[in-house]
């Protein structure tokens, strides 16, 4: 089959590779007909992310029809529309019972390294390095997806892929940021820095909790009208002060609750390492630290930060005494997509919400290349690349 292959940093392309097998009898094989890319892949093109192989396929956005079934597997059969969430659940664990399935105990045969890092080890990812498991990902022609029962979510409307294709990350992710903000409908003030995929997500799931009111902030002037499309003001950080932007939009009390959308690059290697990667970063796109920082200083007295970006080691030059004295809640960590997927699926079906509308680019896997350079560079008003894998 052909997949999207890291070949070092900095370097993806197309290879052909053998087709997945069933390894487990909880397993399923799916052939994939749509698949995205996301902005956390970003994070494993540049090698900010440790332990990616040469040769592993990428990809955790990803969706389509099962084609072979482990003889364990009991609620899916061969022919099963499916979506397939970034996280794999045993459903069985502590955590994976408690809702919590990015905490999944059983499902990264690799914990050793996370714990090393962390203490303790989230849940496997598909496509996302061997400290996550090292699962092929899904930017390919087929993909193995272990746990199936819990995994794959059959889709039985005749919603087309883009419209559901985001719920395997990028709409339950910006949702569950919105959720943890604890929003007062009808009164509380939401700001959301980054307007990527996720940014997006998080602005329009907080108007669908009822925020009385979403300012998003961001430099990138396209990002910025399709937050305003949904009703959202904006304030473009290269031509106001946001701080001031945002004291000025809340009467001086700041946003009720913030959303940091844009996470940090600087993963590590050691707390050295991780401090000069993100002082190399400084400015070569969002400030990844400044974002975080804004977020403290500008929540209200109160308020929550929520942090659906992704952080992976130490940060520097932290206000926690903004946090302190002002009581802020902070809320963070891998979505639990799967405990997502049926309300929001209700949201799309009921014409709530149509994920669609954050597609900019569609395209066959041979050019995954070139986009995944697209993307990052946002070029060309890019912010969201899907992929056929059979075009
Ligand atoms: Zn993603
Ligand atoms: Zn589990």
Redesign the pocket.
């Known amino acids: 089959m052909k997949a999207i292959i890291w070949q070092g940093t900095n370097k993806v392309g197309v290879e052909t590779v053998p087709d997945p097998t069933l390894l487990l009898p909880t397993d399923v094989i799916v052939k994939i007909t749509s698949t995205a890319i996301c902005g956390s892949d970003l994070h494993l093109l540049d090698g900010v992310i440790p332990s990616m192989e040469k040769g592993d396929i990428l990809g955790h956005e990803f969706m389509g029809e099962i084609v072979e079934v482990g003889r364990d597997v009991k609620k899916l059969k061969a022919g099963d529309r499916v979506i397939v969430p970034f996280n794999i659940?045993?459903?069985?664990?502590d955590?994976?019972q408690r809702g919590l399935f990015s905490a999944?105990?059983?499902?990264n045969p690799n914990h050793r390294m996370a714990e090393a890092l962390y203490g303790a080890s989230g849940?496997g990812l598909f496509g996302y390095s061997h400290m996550y498991g090292g699962y092929a990902g899904g930017q390919a022609q087929f993909v193995r997806v272990p746990f199936a029962d819990i995994n794959a979510h059959r889709i039985e409307t005749d919603l087309r892929d883009e419209q559901v294709l985001f719920l395997t990350d990028i709409f339950p992710t910006g949702y569950q940021a919105a959720e943890q903000c604890g929003i007062q409908p009808g009164r509380d003030v939401v700001a959301v820095f980054g307007a990527g995929p996720v940014g997006q997500f998080a602005a329009r799931s907080a108007l669908m909790l009822g925020a009385a009111h979403v300012i998003v902030v961001d430099r990138v002037p396209e990002r910025l009208a399709m937050a305003e499309a949904a009703g959202c003001q904006t304030i473009n950080y290269e031509q106001e002060d946001a701080l001031v932007a945002l004291r000025e939009a809340t009467g001086g009390r700041g946003p009720d609750h913030v959303i940091d959308a844009v996470g940090m690059e600087a993963h590590g290697h050691g707390p050295g390492a991780l401090v000069d990667t993100a002082k190399q970063r400084l400015r070569l796109s969002f400030d990844r630290i400044t974002a975080l920082r804004w977020a403290l200083l500008s929540c209200a007295k109160g308020g929550t930060v929520s942090l659906p970006g992704v952080y992976g080691g130490l940060i520097d030059k932290v206000p926690m005494g903004a946090a302190f004295a002002k009581g802020l809640t902070f809320r963070m960590g891998q979505t639990h997509t799967h405990r997502y997927v049926a309300p929001l699926l209700s949201r799309i079906e009921s014409g709530e919400i149509d994920p669609s509308f954050v597609i900019t680019h569609r395209a066959a896997l041979d050019d995954a290349p070139e986009l995944y350079r697209t993307f990052r560079d946002k070029h060309d008003g890019c912010i969201k690349v899907v992929l056929n894998p059979w075009a």
């Open positions: 659940a045993c459903g069985l664990c955590p994976c999944c105990d059983n499902s849940g």
